[in-house]
């Protein structure tokens, strides 16, 4: 159980086009989903929390405007990289909370999306 | 100063050793302990949760220590298949925070 999955697990766009990536939770429900940023060889750096139906609590530093999050369900959250630069090229990392006992305080992860920008 | 700190290493071991990693936290209030490990370039995978009294399973063995703030992973008998990174997680006390460390750096050689 518990198992998160992603969409797409690679893209390569141009720069200036925006890019949506799903998260979902397969067989449990997430009250709650990260998403995190992770360059080469450096820790996850989490971006935003997203919980369901409500708007997204993002950490200091990122632009809300240019990473659009969207947790319009108990199994997905979406996150949108708008005008996306060279810069934005990273592995995006998704993971889930749920609420169910068990899986209250663990969180399980997508396998990451990367994403490059030429 | 970090939320999360951990020896980055790299720690290289011949199989069948033991090894430890320790992790400290800032945060006296954090409520729960995770240890995770992630592959290169795959995402992190949740090898287990760290419990007040200690917990074992198979040749993984972690330990939480709040008076230290610290909490430990000890590998027994490694494996070429252990090699990865590991990451220590702590939970804060709101419940939505979780603070990661770097990750140590673990090979294991043949």
């Known amino acids: 159980g518990a198992v998160v999955s992603q969409h797409p697990s690679w893209v390569i766009c141009k720069s200036g086009t925006s890019v949506k990536i799903e998260c979902r939770s397969l067989?449990?429900?997430?009250?709650?989903m990260f998403w995190y940023r992770q360059f080469p060889k450096q820790s996850l750096m989490l971006m935003a929390t997203s919980n369901e139906g409500s708007k997204a609590t993002y950490e200091q530093g990122v632009e809300k405007d240019k990473f659009l999050i969207n947790h319009a369900s108990l199994t997905l959250s979406t996150l949108t990289v708008t005008s996306a630069h060279p810069e934005d090229s990273s592995f995006y990392i998704c993971?889930?909370?749920?609420?169910?006992?068990?899986?209250?305080?663990?969180?399980?992860f997508g396998p990451g999306t990367r994403l490059t920008v030429t | 100063r970090k939320e999360v700190e951990q020896d980055p290493g790299p720690f290289n071991v011949p199989e069948g050793a033991t090894v430890a990693f320790n992790c400290t936290y800032s945060?006296?209030?954090?409520?729960?302990f995770f240890w995770y490990r992630q592959d290169c370039r795959k995402e992190p995978k949740l090898l287990m949760s760290v419990y007040s009294s200690g917990n074992e399973d198979g040749r993984f063995t972690a330990q939480l220590n709040r008076a230290s703030q610290y909490i430990s992973l000890l590998i027994r008998d490694s494996k070429l298949s252990d090699s990865a990174t590991y990451l220590c997680?702590?939970?804060?006390?709101?419940?939505?925070?979780?603070?990661f460390g770097t990750g140590t750096s673990l090979t294991v050689i043949p």
């Open positions: 067989d449990f429900q997430a009250t709650t």
């Open positions: 997680v702590v939970n804060g006390y709101t419940g939505n925070q979780f603070y």
């Open positions: 993971s889930a909370r749920g609420g169910a006992s068990g899986l209250s305080y663990e969180q399980y």
């Open positions: 945060n006296s209030a954090s409520q729960s």
